[in-house]
């Protein structure tokens, strides 16, 4: 009974280790990270000279070495038991290692703490497999479901990490998250406006041509940033999200900018409403609402976050346009984002 505690253990810490180590190699092989944070523990230690010895990057090898750790678990026999034993007491002096060179940095890589923590617990059940000459529980379904396992722990976040986006570390949080939220394959535009403000209207008339071209590479995020000095700017915003809750946000959007500026009173934006085949009553309904108020505010929280300083601000992915922006450089900021997908 112990010896199948101390097999299941085994099991459990290499399936721990193998989903940090795959998490890791996807960070270490793509452009920018999709799991770690650039600027936290895990990017430190990347940057530091122990991260790719001889070139190739430390969680392949972290990998390898794990992945045969396990398979010797599943294998009966002397042989196993030492070839098991040999490669965990290896891993487990790299692992202690590891944790004291990041304890010099001050610097904590959560995955490699993982790896080097289950390193470290399986070179204890190693030794003491090697000294009680513990074999696998008898039969084949143990033995092959728990490799299916170990390998589905490799498979799992490899085919996660590749399919989300590498955000560069640089981005603001609330940038990459839009990002993120267009997912692979798509350039998101996060446009901060405000309907009455002139440079937004000519940067509008400027962008708008270049999105029908490109609408399958490029997903529009707009976010209302009405200004005080505009008499009716936030009703324009209000309407604005309501055009997008009830599925006309472009229309609406695109109706609100090339109202003339006097025309977007509450009175006006109902007139747009029902030209854009919004349901009038739905459309008051929502515009009362006081979550679309709060809608508003959480766009203003997000521009302030981005450290906006007046409008249009664009974003292109990771690069920023502030101020009204001419068709070329609009134009030349996408299709360069598109060929970076």
Same mark, same amino acid.
């Given at each position: 009974?112990?010896?199948? @505690?101390?097999?299941?253990?085994?099991?459990? *810490? !290499?399936?721990?280790?193998?989903?940090?180590?795959?998490?890791? %190699?996807?960070?270490?092989?793509?452009?920018?990270?999709?799991?770690?944070?650039? /600027?936290?523990?895990?990017?430190?230690?990347?940057?530091?000279?122990?991260?790719?010895?001889?070139?190739?990057?430390?969680?392949?090898?972290?990998?390898?070495?794990?992945?045969?750790?396990?398979?010797?678990?599943?294998?009966?026999?002397?042989?196993?038991?030492?070839?098991?034993?040999?490669?965990?007491?290896?891993?487990?002096?790299?692992?202690?290692? *590891?944790?004291?060179?990041?304890?010099?940095?001050?610097?904590?890589?959560?995955?490699?703490?993982?790896?080097?923590?289950?390193?470290?617990?399986?070179?204890?059940?190693?030794?003491?497999?090697?000294?009680?000459?513990?074999?696998?529980?008898? /039969?084949?379904?143990?033995?092959?479901?728990?490799?299916?396992? %170990?390998?589905?722990?490799?498979?799992?976040?490899?085919?996660?990490?590749?399919?989300?986006?590498?955000?560069?570390?640089?981005?603001?949080?609330?940038?990459?998250?839009?990002?993120?939220?267009?997912?692979?394959?798509?350039?998101?535009?996060?446009?901060?406006?405000?309907?009455?403000?002139?440079?937004?209207?000519?940067?509008?008339?400027?962008?708008?041509? @270049?999105?029908?071209?490109?609408?399958?590479?490029?997903?529009?995020?707009?976010?209302?940033?009405?200004?005080?000095?505009?008499?009716?700017?936030?009703?324009?915003?209000?309407?604005?999200?309501?055009?997008? !809750? %009830?599925?006309?946000?472009? !229309?609406?959007?695109?109706?609100?900018?090339?109202?003339?500026?006097?025309?977007?009173?509450?009175?006006?934006?109902?007139?747009?409403?029902?030209?854009?085949?919004?349901? *009038?009553?739905?459309?008051?309904?929502?515009?009362?609402?006081?979550?679309?108020?709060?809608?508003?505010?959480?766009?203003?929280?997000?521009?302030?976050?981005?450290?906006?300083?007046?409008?249009?601000?664009?974003?292109?992915?990771?690069?920023? *346009?502030?101020?009204?922006?001419?068709?070329?450089?609009?134009?030349?900021?996408?299709?360069? !984002?598109?060929?970076?997908?």
């Amino acid at each position: 009974m112990r010896k199948n @505690l101390w097999f299941w253990l085994t099991v459990v *810490l !290499a399936a721990a280790a193998l989903v940090a180590s795959a998490i890791l %190699l996807v960070d270490y092989v793509r452009p920018a990270p999709v799991f770690c944070d650039a /600027g936290g523990g895990c990017g430190k230690v990347k940057e530091t000279v122990f991260a790719r010895p001889f070139g190739v990057p430390l969680p392949a090898i972290g990998l390898i070495g794990v992945l045969g750790i396990g398979l010797a678990a599943l294998v009966p026999g002397r042989v196993a038991r030492i070839a098991q034993a040999a490669l965990a007491v290896v891993g487990g002096a790299v692992a202690l290692f *590891l944790f004291g060179i990041q304890a010099k940095m001050g610097a904590l890589c959560p995955f490699c703490a993982v790896v080097d923590g289950a390193s470290i617990g399986l070179a204890a059940i190693a030794i003491l497999r090697w000294r009680k000459a513990w074999d696998p529980p008898r /039969g084949r379904l143990v033995p092959t479901a728990s490799a299916v396992g %170990l390998v589905a722990s490799i498979g799992v976040p490899f085919a996660v990490g590749f399919q989300l986006r590498a955000i560069p570390g640089d981005v603001p949080a609330v940038i990459a998250e839009e990002m993120r939220a267009s997912g692979r394959g798509k350039v998101t535009v996060v446009d901060f406006v405000d309907f009455e403000c002139p440079f937004c209207r000519m940067t509008h008339a400027e962008l708008t041509p @270049l999105l029908e071209p490109r609408k399958d590479k490029v997903r529009v995020a707009r976010k209302h940033v009405p200004l005080r000095m505009h008499p009716h700017a936030m009703d324009a915003a209000k309407a604005a999200c309501c055009g997008e !809750a %009830l599925g006309k946000g472009d !229309a609406m959007a695109d109706a609100l900018f090339h109202a003339p500026p006097n025309e977007l009173t509450p009175e006006g934006c109902e007139r747009l409403a029902v030209q854009q085949g919004l349901a *009038l009553e739905k459309f008051r309904a929502c515009v009362k609402d006081p979550a679309t108020e709060a809608r508003i505010e959480k766009d203003k929280e997000t521009f302030r976050a981005v450290k906006g300083h007046g409008l249009p601000t664009i974003w292109v992915d990771g690069t920023k *346009l502030e101020g009204a922006q001419d068709r070329e450089t609009l134009a030349a900021t996408l299709d360069e !984002a598109i060929r970076a997908l």
